[in-house]
């Protein structure tokens, strides 16, 4: 099934790796937050039909965060690097304005 | 351009109940009674008279003040308890404040002071406290604020009601065509909402003007556009300089709200304050009705009003953000004007309704259509470069952003430096020239003083440091003379911009930019900035005795035509005299030693036993000045003309011939405005004689002076 994915707050020219089940399903440098409208990336990731392990890893800063997701509760997730911490919502839509 | 309501029509009566909420009783108010009719909103004095005693001291450095705003938020909307203020200075110095308030009486408020912005060691307040005096009539409506604390002496000052509003807002809402730019919505329309939410029909403008903001608007146009056009950020930049009415470089409190179908991006961006490009940001939104915007939820009990909804609420979203407001979530990321809190579960406009706990149904069942108040507090009084469209970073290379120029100014200024090449020598005091022009079709009154340097604001940066603004010896008081300048008709002046009671600040080797402003009633007539470059010493004796000039007194005697008291300086003066001879300095040393020797000079000084003070009267001698200044006005008048500047030239020769006259020393006298009058004859400037007036006005003094000419001598023309 598909997930709905954002990277929001936070990015500055990263290099940022997606794992589902610490396999990687998404890699992307020069990933930049437009803080207007809140976005640096999304992206529908393709997941098991189950609870998974998302891995957000932000090369670039060292920093690496894993998520447990139940995909059918959340099928939106956004994730912003807040502190030098990587940060989770699973909000209701993702949309950008 | 009018009210959005005069202009559009779009209001319908429920406006008219939010004018009336602010309008003034029908009951006369007085200081300390009761009242029930709202007093917020802004607040101004300006211009105050030369005497400022009603309206206490001004803080020291913000001299003269030119304007001061007072935002009182107690009342009304939303109130914030809050009162801010800004106090302009001509042009350069500027302080802002912001006070929290609690009541303590009927139109009485107290708190500190917790914000300040701008030359804030001229404001040393902690404390405020606030009347608002009430009156049948808004122009006599009134506040006074008393300033205390820190240290400093209490200020009162008297501001007058100016509007209920705190800041004026232009908006134009253009669309792509085949769209609608739809700026209503029938709160009621869509069932989820909160019960004690008004009926009403909302405008985006009825929205602007609750957060404080006077809404004037332009007519929508129409944005040509093929079906199925999607907008990229930088085609619709593109277009907001092509359609939008207001477009300018420049920051203005304006905004372009551009209703477009979709962006390049997809349907996942439902809006975007689009306009980071260029210098100036902020002033360009769009949002896009065919996107997630329009996609209701399933089984939305009124899917329409939904779309309806989130439509106006995307509209205003952007807006806020061309107020410079982030996410709600955002609020403690990035550089924030003070410390905020994020406001995750806000019901504002700047959240978003589907990331709240329990989505947007449990979003929009509180939404109230309203910011929330710490974004308030931001619009209404945050420092105006913050919150402004397209404001920048201010000053340094804007030095006179601020002005009120007209749109059509009819008098222009100019300030010129009246030599070849902008080049001083080191030590060379620089005397600059101003020419104030009606360059309008009907007379105007200027006061007469208006070129005088404590009229003036004149802006002086070196390259590479900060801008300061030069603050004159002189501060006059006196009663204002006013003067009818004719169309085509100039006034002229003179300033010295090496020193002030700031110190040297133009002085040192290097390049240096001066800018200029007369102030006409609210007008400031702003020159263009001139580019000037001094030199570096030749010589270790110059570098050491500059040290001894480039202080207060040597400035002083410069700028001010000499003098008999200040011996220190005269002794420096008097040095440069007999080590520079050759250089520029010595002929402003010259001149400022013999001035005071054309004149009986008064002192002012102690009585022998200490007691009292007499004046005593240095009789004038010609002959030590006629020594001194001769060497200048007639042995090197060519040089002089371009050092002293030609219109203190021409005032310094024949002032200085009158005097000599009158003392007896004709011959002297009729030398000097000799050569005056030839030096000036020959005198081009970029191919440009003097004014052939200037010269026949010195031949008139000269046959005032000595009706038979004597052998005129020659100017020597200084290699």
Known sequence: MLIHLALQDGFEGDEVAISVDEREAYRAEGVTTRTQISHAADMQLEVPDRPFVLGVDVTTREVRETFDIDPHAHPNVSVSLRDGRLVARFPEQIGFV | ?719
């Open chain 2, 1 to 719: 351009m009018k009210p959005y309501d005069e202009e559009l029509e779009l209001l319908d009566s429920d406006d008219a109940e939010d004018e009336a909420d602010a309008e003034p009783s029908s009951e006369p108010q007085a200081s300390g009674h009761p009242s029930h009719s709202p007093v917020s909103g802004l607040y101004t004095r300006s211009n105050p008279p030369t005497f400022p005693i009603p309206f206490g001291p001004a803080p020291a450095g913000i001299r003269p003040i030119r304007k001061e705003e007072v935002r009182l938020d107690v009342d009304g909307r939303y109130p914030q308890m809050t009162v801010s203020g800004t106090i302009s200075g001509f042009l350069v110095a500027r302080i802002h404040w912001i006070a929290g308030l609690s009541e303590i009486g009927a139109n009485r408020w107290q708190g500190a002071i917790w914000y300040k912005d701008g030359a804030v060691a001229s404001f040393p307040y902690t404390d405020v406290e606030v009347t608002a005096i009430g009156s049948h009539f808004p122009a006599g409506r009134k506040l006074r604020i008393k300033f205390s604390g820190g240290g400093a002496t209490k200020r009162t000052v008297v501001y007058k009601f100016h509007s209920k509003y705190f800041r004026t807002v232009n908006l134009e809402f253009d669309f792509q065509a085949s769209e609608v730019a739809d700026t209503a919505i029938n709160t009621c329309a869509h069932p989820v909402r909160p019960a004690s939410l008004p009926c009403e029909t909302l405008t985006i403008p009825k929205v602007i003007r609750r957060a404080g903001c006077q809404v004037t608007a332009n007519a929508g146009s129409q944005v040509p556009s093929p079906p199925g056009t999607t907008w990229s950020d930088m085609e619709m930049h593109d277009a907001m300089q092509i359609h939008w009415s207001r477009f300018a470089n420049n920051a203005q409190w304006a905004m372009w709200v551009f209703y477009a179908s979709l962006h390049e991006a997809g349907t996942g961006l439902g809006g975007i304050m689009f306009d980071d490009i260029g210098p100036n940001h902020r002033q360009g939104t769009a949002l896009f009705v065919d996107s997630f915007i329009a996609q209701p939820p399933a089984n939305d009990p009124n899917p329409a009003a939904w779309i309806d909804r989130m439509r106006f609420w995307t509209a205003i979203h952007e807006m806020g953000h061309s107020f410079n407001l982030a996410h709600s979530w955002q609020k403690s990321l990035g550089t924030a004007w003070v410390p905020l809190a994020d406001e995750l579960e806000a019901r504002s406009f700047m959240n978003y309704p589907y990331f709240v706990t329990g989505g947007q149904a449990a979003f929009f069942a509180d939404f109230e259509f309203r910011f929330s108040d710490q974004e308030l507090l931001f619009v209404r009084h945050a420092p105006e470069r913050f919150v402004q469209m397209g404001n920048a970073a201010w000053f340094d290379h804007h030095g006179f952003e601020e002005a009120a120029v007209p749109a059509e100014p009819t008098l222009q200024l100019e300030l010129r430096v009246n030599r070849e090449q902008a080049r001083y020598e080191f030590m060379e005091p620089v005397w600059l020239e101003l020419k104030l022009k009606n360059v309008g079709d009907q007379p105007r009154l200027v006061e007469a003083d208006v070129l005088d340097a404590d009229s003036l604001t004149v802006i002086l940066k070196k390259q590479g440091k900060e801008a300061r603004q030069l603050v004159p010896f002189r501060q006059k008081c006196t009663q204002p003379v006013t003067k009818a300048l004719m169309p085509g008709e100039s006034l002229y002046g003179t300033v010295l911009a090496s020193a002030g009671l700031n110190g040297w600040d133009v002085a040192e080797p290097g390049t240096y930019t001066i800018q200029a402003a007369a102030h006409i009633g609210d007008e400031d007539v702003v020159s263009l900035p001139v580019d000037l470059r001094i030199a570096p010493p030749i010589s270790r004796d110059e570098e050491y005795v500059a040290g001894d000039l480039f202080v207060q007194g040597p400035a002083r005697a410069l700028a001010l035509g000499g003098t008999r008291f200040l011996d220190d300086a005269n002794d420096v003066l008097q040095e440069i005299v007999e080590r520079f001879p050759e250089r520029r300095i010595s002929l402003h040393a010259r001149v400022a030693l013999g001035n005071p020797h054309t004149i009986d000079y008064k002192l002012v000084l102690p009585t022998d036993d200490l007691d009292n003070l007499e004046i005593a009267v240095a009789k004038a001698d010609p002959g030590e000045a006629t020594e001194l200044i001769e060497p200048v006005l007639v042995g090197e008048a060519e040089t002089a003309l371009e050092s002293l500047g030609h219109i203190r030239y021409r005032t310094i020769a024949e002032r200085t011939a009158k005097r000599l006259s009158a003392a007896g020393a004709d011959a002297a006298a009729a030398k000097t405005i000799d050569a005056a009058i030839d030096a000036l004859a020959a005198r081009e400037v970029h191919g440009k004689p003097i004014k052939p007036e200037v010269i026949e006005d010195l031949k008139e003094t000269r046959k005032e002076l000595a009706p038979k000419p004597k052998a005129k001598p020659r100017a020597k023309a200084k290699a």
